[in-house]
Every structure is written in C-alpha cells, then in structure tokens.
C-alpha cells in the first residue's frame, strides 16, 4: 500500500508569520510518494485554481521544499511535477485541465503570437507563431524539431513564411532566440564589389574558374551548398556581382579583387578577345565605327573632329584624348580583327577597352537560325474535245480536160482530209474513220489516196498535282539562296561573215540563265519570335524550244515582305485561272442548215483550269536540339525513300547494292564522321 505523507506547513497571514519567524505569504511543500489526486487538490487550496484531471492520470509525485517558497511559484512547481510524469495542464476558461501531454495539444490553451509581448515561461503547454523574414521556415524544421518535446508538434505556412509550434512556454522561449540568431540578413544577400582598373567581365571569369576549381567539402548529404560562391560582371558599372552562403568565400573574394585591380604600368594595354559565334572582321569594323565614325576598313588615322577654317600657318587641331595623366589618342590602330583565330586585338586603356568588351560580349552570341519550307502547290486540269465530218471528192482529177473537184477541208495538218489523203501515217490522235475510193493522180501532187470521207473524234483529260517544297536554312539577318533546275542556253546575237571573206566564221553569242525553281529568302527574328521574311520564289520552266525567236519559257514568280510566327503557315501569292474555249468551222450557209449542217461543220471545245498556291512557314531554332529534331526527321524520311528505292531481287539479274545514307544514330548528329566518310568511299577499292 502506496503510503502518503502530505506535510503543507505555514498557510497563515502575515502577522503569523512574523510570529513563528517565517517569511509572509510563504508555503513549505513536502510531498513523498504522494498521489497526484491529494496533490491536486493541496494546490487547488493554495493557489484557488480550478482542477480537471483526465481518467488516465495516474501515479505519484515527490515535492520537497528545504525553504519556504512564495505562493505564486507553488502552480509552477506543481506543473513541472506533471511534466516529469508525462503529464501537461491547458488552463481554458478558469479551469486547468490535467491530460496526458501527448494529448494537450488538441485541447484549447493560450496562443501567443508575434506581436504578443506578454510571453510567459514554464511548463505550461502553449501555441506560438514565429514568422521569419529572411530564412526559409521550410528549411528551419530538421534544425528545430529535434529541440521539441515528441509529443508535441512543429508546422511550416510557406505563403507567409511562418512557423507554427506547440510546446511548453519555456522551450518556446528557447527556440525563439535560437530562429531569431539564424534568421539574420546578409548571409547570402549579393554584394558589389566595384572596380577601377581592371575589366570586370575579364576578372569574373578568371574568379569563376579559380573557386571553381577548388576542392568542394562533401558531407552526408552530399556537397557543401555554403561553399559555392556565384559572380556576375556588370559592364555598365565595371563592378562585380557576388553571393554565398559563406560569408569567408566573400571575404576571400574581396582580397582576391583587391589584388587583381591595380593599374598597368603602361598608357596602352593590348587585349586579345576570342569571340565564339561572330565573325571577328565585321566586329571590328562595327566597333572602329563606333569610336571613329568609320564605315569600312581604312588606314590608321586620328579620329576626325569638325573644326573651323583655321588661318594659314596656325597649327594642326589636338587629337582628342582621354583625361589624365595616361592621355591616349583614339585611332583606328586600336581595334584590330584576326580573321585566322577569329579574336579582336584592342589596343586601349581600360576605361575604354571595358567599354569595348562590354559591346563585344552583346554581340558575341549565338544567332538563331531560320528553317524556312516554301510550299509550291499546282493543280491543273486541260479538258479538249474535237469532232467534224469531211468529205472530198478527187475522182475527177485523172480526167484530161476541164473538171471539178471539191469538198470541206477543216483543222491543222494531221486533222484535215487532204493531209491525211496525201499521207495516211500524218493522221492526229483520235478516231478516224473515212471512206477510201482507190488511188488518184493529182497534177503536181503526185499519187494519194482518194478519201471521200473522213469522220474524225476526239476527246482528251488530262490533270496534274505538282506538289514542290524548297527549304533552306539560315541565320538570322543572312540571305539564303536556293535554285534547282536546268542552265538554259539564250541565244543573244549571232553574226557570220560573207562577201569577199575567204574563211567565214559565223558564230553566235549564248546567254545562259536558270530555268527551274529558286528561292531567295533573308529572315529577321524579332524579340517576340515573329519572323519577318523578305523573300523571292520563282518557279520556271520551258515551254518550247523550236521557236525560231528563241526558246519560250513560263514563269511563275512571287517577291513580298511578310511577317510569319513561328511555325505557322502563311500564303504569300497564287493562281486560279478557268479558261474555256469553243471553236467552229463550217462551211457558210450550209453549216447553219439542222442535222444536215453537221456535214459541213468541224467543232473544237476545251477548258483549262489552274489552282496555283505558293505557302510559307518558317520555323525558329533557336538551340541544337531543334535543329537535331528538324534534321533527324527529314534524314530518316530520306532513308526511308532509299530503302523503298532497293532493286527487288531478279533471278537473271546480279543483286546490286543500291547507294543509302547511314543509319543516324540517336542523340548524335545525322551522320557520324565516320559513317560519313566510309560513304563516301563506299565501292572505292
């Protein structure tokens, strides 16, 4: 049996206390092996607080006070004794409820918030919010849950950046000056370090490579984020740009500069800039422009500056220099282009070579390409029909004497009832049908045939769907060219030599000129992606070459201005033309006659419709992976029309190997080197 042993000693008023030699409103607590119950209700008397206890709380409590302690700690000790058995009191509404401590969090206590200074301490179970100005809250709960009770509870608000922790008031007040030494400004803030003598986009990249290279500390979670130091050259200023998370990397840096920054001992400074992407000659001549007012590439000479007349014998205008005592004439000598290695030579001070650098690296970057796919479309459908009856009559003109001969004689040669009576074999495509009564002799014709009639029909339909697609790849701002077809011959003059001329050489003069399809296109990418294309399309071909003028050729061309987004399809010219034409010969009078005026009548019909469209669309690649998916495409489909193309195996035949690209390999350029050049060679002993 559990023995209790309550000894409460000197609950008395002041001047009972004197009395007895005890210090006023004093209480003496000793408590051995006593139930919480009797406990619980000892400090009920002491202090006048209201008690609930939960069913669970079980278990004794030992108190023991060698000195009278003051009325107002008794509820203080009394909670840490709670605590120690696993136990927390919540005070709601005048009542302090006694729960299990895993439990007090979900009964309603005190919530002490930011601006709350009222803050107390102890073992009473309370709810703070801690909001942080300068941490992540997120990255604050591995540090801070390991100092809070397990039964207790730590959560992350990230839209205000907030904490929200439940624990005991004294531990709260602990984790509260902890968050407020972490949560500190200018641990990772970016610094500015400015520079008076050295080029800030030279230093950066030597800074960069240096603490780059350095070795980084690993540790179980894998590298060390505080020892990575970022720097960014800011031309404009001439000032560097750093951020760690380390201030020492900071400092490091700092000393590093301040040794690196320190004026050249000569007035002029040669640099040597290797530009990557642009081309170092028009560089050049762009920056020589800008400090000289030169256009083109000429001899040195000192900048020209507008001057008065001057009078006669007065001395030459001082060239323009920079201030101070390393004064620099500006000439053309100080910017120079090394077409082998593609790099700038910058003869300057450094106030203007930083000027100059900080130029060079806007327009030392990669260009964008333009993959333009001109769209050719052309349907045409030619309709003719032809039909006539013919008849002659020959028979008269083997007799002597005065006869008569006649008949109806329509359409080309070929068509006609004479042409085909003088020669059978010139008969046109169609149906022929005719009546053949023996052979004549005409006089001065010599034998033919004697047709008396001649029927003759013929319809024709024919289409066609012409479907061309010239592409080309460009950069930015760069014409691009394209022509696919035939160098025809013009003949331009001819002259032979007669007379009196013993050896006549006659010769003529040919101009040759392209006959097929070209595509000119220069393409200008603006900032928002939308292309602005100036372009020419012409698509030509010969019609006939047996004209005695020259050869005749079609031409179909097209030259604009347009503005395409990126990837969109945009028609840029076209055709529709329907021609219709009837045709009738026949004889006067008698063709007009009904039903029998068909026998003196030859009819022709035809249509001709044409739907010509040329299409545009330009597409951007702007990076190598673009450009790989585009290339790759085309190259499989091309691969793909070899293979179609193989000669199928034929018994009587050798089996030949038809010509075939190499596969191209994924993730990697259309065709390797080596696959290149082992195609190449292909069948070449």
């Known amino acids: 049996m559990r023995l209790l042993a309550v000894f409460i000693l000197i609950v008395m008023s002041s001047g009972q206390a004197q009395g007895q030699g005890a210090a006023p409103d004093t209480v003496t607590l000793n408590f051995v092996n006593a139930d919480i119950e009797g406990v619980v209700k000892a400090v009920s008397e002491i202090t006048g607080k209201n008690f609930v206890l939960d069913p669970r709380v079980k278990g004794s409590v030992n108190i023991v006070s060698a000195r009278p302690m003051a009325r107002a700690l008794v509820y203080d000790v009394f909670l840490s004794a709670l605590r120690l058995q696993g136990y927390a009191a919540v005070e709601d509404r005048g009542v302090v409820k006694i729960v299990p401590e895993a439990d007090a969090k979900l009964h309603p206590g005190r919530t002490v918030i930011p601006s709350d200074k009222s803050r107390s301490a102890g073992d009473q179970i309370q709810t703070q919010v801690f909001t942080l100005k300068y941490e992540s809250a997120a990255q604050l709960v591995p540090i801070l849950r390991p100092l809070i009770a397990p039964a207790n509870t730590i959560t992350v608000y990230p839209a205000s950046n907030t904490l929200v922790i439940t624990d005991y008031a004294g531990n709260l007040q602990r984790i509260g000056r902890i968050i407020d030494a972490i949560d500190q400004p200018g641990g990772s803030d970016p610094v500015v370090i400015p520079l008076a003598h050295a080029s800030a986009l030279d230093v950066a990249q030597m800074v960069s490579r240096l603490f780059a290279d350095a070795p980084q500390v690993a540790g179980p979670a894998g590298a060390d984020t505080s020892q990575r130091l970022s720097v960014v050259a800011d031309a404009r200023s001439n000032s560097l740009v750093a951020r760690s998370d380390n201030p020492s990397r900071i400092t490091r840096l700092r000393s590093l500069v301040a040794m690196l920054d320190t004026p050249t001992g000569a007035a002029g400074n040669l640099h040597v800039v290797y530009l990557k992407n642009a081309e170092a000659v028009k560089v050049a001549e762009t920056l020589r ?35 101070g005592p390393q004064a620099v004439a500006l000439s053309a000598g100080m910017i120079q282009a090394d077409p082998a290695t593609n790099s700038i030579l910058i003869n300057a001070p450094d106030a203007i070579y930083n000027n100059l650098r900080a130029a060079l690296d806007k327009l030392d970057v990669r ?6 796919e001109a769209l050719i479309a052309e349907i045409t459908a030619d309709k003719a029909a032809e039909f006539g009856i013919q008849w002659q009559s020959l028979s008269g003109a083997e007799k002597s004497g005065t006869n008569a001969f006649g008949g109806t004689n329509f359409g080309a040669p070929g068509q006609n009832i004479l042409g085909i009576a003088a020669s059978p074999a010139s008969a046109s495509r169609g149906l022929n049908i005719g009546v053949i009564n023996g052979v004549v002799s005409i006089p001065g014709v010599g034998q033919v045939l004697n047709l008396n009639l001649l029927i003759r029909a013929l319809e024709s339909d024919n289409n066609a769907n012409i479907l061309s697609t010239p592409t080309l790849l460009t950069l930015d701002n760069e014409e691009a060219r394209i022509v696919i077809g035939q160098n025809v011959p013009f ?58 003028a020259g050869v005749i ?35 006067p009078v008698l063709g007009d006659l009904p039903v029998l005026g068909a026998l003196f009548t030859y009819n022709t019909r035809s249509r001709s419709k044409t739907n010509l469209m040329v299409f545009l669309r330009p597409t951007v690649l702007r990076d190598a992976q673009r450009a790989d998916s585009i290339t790759g495409s085309r190259y499989d489909y091309i691969l793909g029309e070899q293979d179609k193309a193989t000669p199928p195996h034929n018994p009587p035949l050798p089996d030949m190997e038809a010509p075939s690209l190499p596969p191209r390999q994924p993730g990697a350029p259309a065709a390797p080197p080596r696959a290149m050049w082992d195609f190449m060679h292909r069948g070449i002993p």
Not at 367 to 372: E, G, L
Not at 560 to 566: A, E, T
């Open 289 to 323: 422009a800008i400090y000289l007012g030169e256009t083109a590439p000429a001899a040195p000479r000192a900048m020209a500056i507008p001057v008065a007349a001057a009078p006669a014998g007065a001395p030459p205008p001082a060239l323009p220099s920079l201030p």
């Open 367 to 372: 260009r964008a390409q333009v993959y333009v």
């Open 491 to 548: 003949i331009t003059g001819q002259y032979a030599l007669s007379g009196a001329a013993t050896t006549p050489t006659p010769f003529q003069t040919v101009e040759r000129r392209d006959v097929g399809l070209t595509l000119r296109v220069r393409p200008q990418i603006s900032e928002g992606g939308t292309v602005r294309l100036q372009l020419y399309q012409e698509v030509s071909s010969v019609q006939d070459t047996s004209n005695p």
């Open 553 to 587: 050729t079609n031409k179909r061309a097209v030259e604009s201005v347009v503005l395409v987004d990126d990837g969109q399809i945009v028609v840029i010219g076209g055709l529709i033309q329907d021609s219709v034409r009837d045709g009738v010969e026949k004889v």
